[in-house]
């Protein structure tokens, strides 16, 4: 183990972000690294318990224990703690693609199960993770490594997002040669155009689509397969297909009022404002903007977050976030053990500035929005609203109960839903005759990640519905697996 005392010996300490009020007039990462010695000291803090959840991936009442591509977590703690830098990179890469994505934007499933969480602060285990590749690419150790030899097979990936980069990466180092279709104008998925550029640096993708790119990997942005491209087309050039078009169907607010201008999506909220950040800095005015608006957030995840910071960043008059579910306990309760994912109460990047900003958590929880109210232009103006109360139903199931005499008013000139996704676009599906379940996201056999068509795969949010980058990684490596044993009748991919 890396210290048999670490854990004893050092407390918990991770980057400091750059001060609330500072890091709202920019759209920089909001993260700074830990000197080299400190970051040390947080890896021999690990450990080496004798069952390290922390990489076991499990589900656990609906919600991930562990790290769900099994990243070897104890090996590469100690490996930093000794000065290793080197091999704790090796030891990373054996089981994720994509550390410079995890370590930034990942809730981090592996330190709720740490073991040492149980009853002191947990490892610092997504700071190490990025601190091992930032370091990597600080020292070039990171460079292009195309395969020796090309087994002959075409190999087509629709889209470039996690699950769909972390395919062509596996299926390109088997020796396939590969090529991604993205129907937007730069790769990334979600993590171009989803996460805004303060939590995830855009450059930091394409330096990654740019290293694929130069071992081997075609990435065709701007083809909508579907549309662009027809969807057989695929089926007669290539030798498979795997379809990791992500869950990109809205969830929508049924509500009355609904049809105002001025209340918007938040995935569109975002796409448009990272779009218009990279392609002029915002000076070509092609986003959806805050500025002096009072602004309502639906929904409490992280994509909530996003928009609230974002819309901060505009210079928004006031942001509020709706958040339907009552406020989490500030620590774990009797019926949410470790290593379960700990359901506590977190205040992200968002909610500091907004609170620095305005001085108070932007968060209304137990509300549901009851009715939305716009002027004589049909301009959103007001949201209505009611407290509820979460209750059992005669089947056992808790639903929300509206409180009597709760009702309140918003001011709201924007309005933006952030209530996660149904599930694929149909359109591609349904030219390729894709089965789906009854989620409506892609079916494939348990275990499996064939499609009901012949050589046609799936990963991603796609099949399982809307989950974490981590998530997408691990599908697309999987996915990879089975199409290279499809290909080749054996597969050597992990």
Not at 369 to 397: F, M, P, S, Y
Request: proline share 7%.
């Amino acid at each position: 183990m890396a210290k048999p005392t670490g854990f004893i010996e050092y407390e918990r300490k991770v980057p400091a972000d750059r001060p609330p009020l500072e890091r709202v007039g920019d759209w920089s990462e909001l993260h700074a690294g830990l000197p080299e010695e400190e970051q040390r000291l947080q890896g021999a803090r690990c450990m080496d318990c004798g069952i390290p959840y922390c990489h076991s991936g499990l589900l656990i009442s609906g919600a991930a224990s562990g790290c769900p591509i099994n990243n070897l977590i104890p090996e590469w703690n100690e490996l930093i703690y000794r000065g290793l830098w080197k091999k704790a990179l090796q030891r990373l890469l054996k089981t994720n693609n994509f550390p410079e994505f995890t370590g930034r934007v990942c809730p981090a499933p592996c330190e709720g199960s740490c073991t040492l969480g149980i009853n002191e602060p947990m490892i610092t285990i997504k700071a190490n993770e990025c601190a091992i590749i930032d370091r990597a690419y600080e020292q070039g150790w990171i460079k292009p490594q195309p395969p020796t030899v090309r087994t002959g097979k075409q190999v087509a990936v629709v889209g470039a997002g996690p699950a769909g980069l972390a395919c062509a990466d596996q299926l390109n180092q088997a020796g396939h040669t590969v090529t991604v279709f993205e129907r937007r104008d730069r790769p990334g998925g979600l993590l171009m155009y989803g996460i805004p550029n303060m939590k995830l640096d855009k450059q930091v993708v394409l330096r990654r689509t740019r290293q694929m790119s130069d071992e081997g990997i075609s990435i065709r942005t701007g083809v909508e397969i579907g549309k662009t491209l027809p969807a057989t087309q695929l089926l007669q050039d290539f030798d498979a297909v795997v379809l990791c078009t992500g869950a990109t169907k809205p969830r929508d607010l049924n509500a009355p009022g609904r049809e105002n201008r001025g209340i918007h999506f938040a995935v569109d909220f975002l796409r448009a404002n990272t779009k218009s950040l990279l392609d002029s800095n915002l000076a070509d005015g092609q986003f959806i903007s805050a500025h002096g608006k009072d602004v309502i957030v639906i929904g409490g995840g992280d994509t909530g977050t996003d928009c609230v910071g974002t819309a901060i960043r505009h210079g928004c008059k006031s942001v509020v976030q709706f958040e339907i579910l009552p406020r989490p306990a500030l620590e774990r309760t009797v019926a949410n053990p470790w290593p379960e994912w700990p359901k506590t109460l977190k205040t992200d990047y968002g909610q500091q500035e907004a609170i620095a900003l305005f001085g108070h958590d932007p968060r209304a929880f137990a509300i549901m929005t009851k009715k939305i109210v716009g002027n004589a232009d049909g301009q959103v103006k007001e949201l209505h609203t009611v407290e509820v109360d979460w209750k059992k139903d005669d089947a056992g199931r808790f639903i929300p109960v509206e409180i009597p005499g709760s009702e309140k008013i918003w001011p709201a000139q924007l309005v933006l839903i952030a209530m996660g996704f149904l599930g694929p676009e149909e359109p591609l599906l349904n030219q390729l005759g894709i089965e789906q379940d009854g989620r409506s996201n892609i079916k494939t056999p348990d275990g499996s990640f064939a499609t009901n068509q012949a050589k046609v795969f799936s990963a991603g949010d796609a099949r399982r519905g809307q989950s974490l980058v981590v998530w997408a990684i691990q599908e697309g490596r999987a996915a990879a697996r089975e199409c290279d044993k499809y290909l080749m009748g054996y597969s050597d991919l992990p």
